[in-house]
């Protein structure tokens, strides 16, 4: 038996499609065949139309014909000026405090890491019970480390972490509280000013994971306090599959928390190729090695 569509709600959705600003992006995606429509772009968004071109030039352009000039000439500066954009279109953060590297998970780990080395006093981490595998697999993996005290937060599974859960949780004793944004099974959306706040207010440092919100909700990082973030750029950002991760890392943290995986990339100076690992000061301390520029 076919279902008939409910005339009033077709009549509804042509409006609201009618309606949605970014109606005039659709062709600018390649089509899918046999795809009306597509609503897994919260594990992998779909590609843009002019993608295999785009590829083809840097493979005979930019590493075909110009080598390893293209280095200096433009993928150096790459994890930076992408991190700017993704922080201007996206995150509401400016210049210099985003980058492009590695994966969500190892971003996770470089930065939850140097949360809890902040401050020797504070001893907890808080984390969701209900988060990404990912998120919690690492918070166990940086209290192994570190022998400090996981909290865990047990928020209702359909209405999400709220400002009272995370109030009933924080001490003096909070290094960080590290949450998702977006919940990645209920679509709850957290309170990021209020839970931030919230957070602040017992002097912890607040992490969000912003996989199934970056490129889809609105977001004013800079405006709401908030301290880390990382996210991935495959799904409502259509990277494609593989693409690196980002993190935001704000000004006054910068040259303050330090990162574990102290490659190359992230000292003051790459090619000094000295005695000794200088940090560098600025956001480009995140980075640990050579960036995956294809992807
Ligand atoms: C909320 C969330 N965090 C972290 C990850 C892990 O990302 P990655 O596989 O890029 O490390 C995912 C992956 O889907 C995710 O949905």
């Excluded at 709850?188 to 912890?204: K, N, Q, S």
């Excluded at 990277?239 to 190359?264: C, E, M």
Aim: glycine residues 10%; charged residues 20%.
């Amino acid at each position: 038996m076919t279902a008939t569509p409910d005339a009033s709600l077709l009549d509804l959705a042509r409006a609201l499609d009618a309606a949605d600003p970014l109606r005039d992006h659709l062709d600018a995606f390649a089509e899918a065949p046999g795809v009306t429509a597509y609503l897994d772009g919260n594990s992998l968004g779909r590609p843009l139309r002019d993608m295999p071109e785009k590829l083809a030039t840097f493979v005979r352009e930019d590493w075909g014909t110009r080598l390893i000039r293209s280095w200096d000439e433009q993928w150096m500066a790459l994890p930076m000026e992408l991190g700017d954009r993704i922080g201007r279109v996206a995150l509401g953060a400016a210049a210099g405090q985003t980058v492009v590297a590695d994966s969500t998970s190892v971003l996770i780990y470089k930065l939850m890491r140097a949360a809890s080395a902040a401050d020797r006093h504070r001893t907890e981490l808080v984390i969701e019970a209900g988060n990404f595998p990912t998120d919690r697999f690492l918070a166990e993996g940086v209290a192994a480390e570190t022998g400090m005290t996981l909290r865990w937060l047990e928020p209702d599974p359909v209405h999400g972490v709220t400002v009272a859960d995370v109030e009933a949780v924080v001490s003096d004793r909070t290094a960080l509280v590290s949450l998702s944004h977006v919940d990645y099974r209920s679509g709850a959306l957290a309170d990021m000013p209020g839970i931030t706040a919230a957070v602040h207010e017992v002097g912890a440092l607040m992490m969000w994971d912003l996989c199934h919100s970056a490129g889809v909700i609105p977001m004013q990082l800079d405006a709401w306090g908030v301290d880390i973030a990382v996210g991935c750029t495959y799904k409502y950002l259509n990277g494609g599959p593989g693409s690196p991760a980002f993190a935001y890392l704000r000004h006054g943290l910068q040259g303050v928390l330090r990162q574990p995986i102290q490659g190359w990339w992230s000292a003051a100076d790459i090619f000094a190729m000295g005695p000794e690992y200088v940090p560098a000061g600025d956001i480009r301390q995140l980075l640990s090695g050579t960036p995956p520029v294809t992807s």
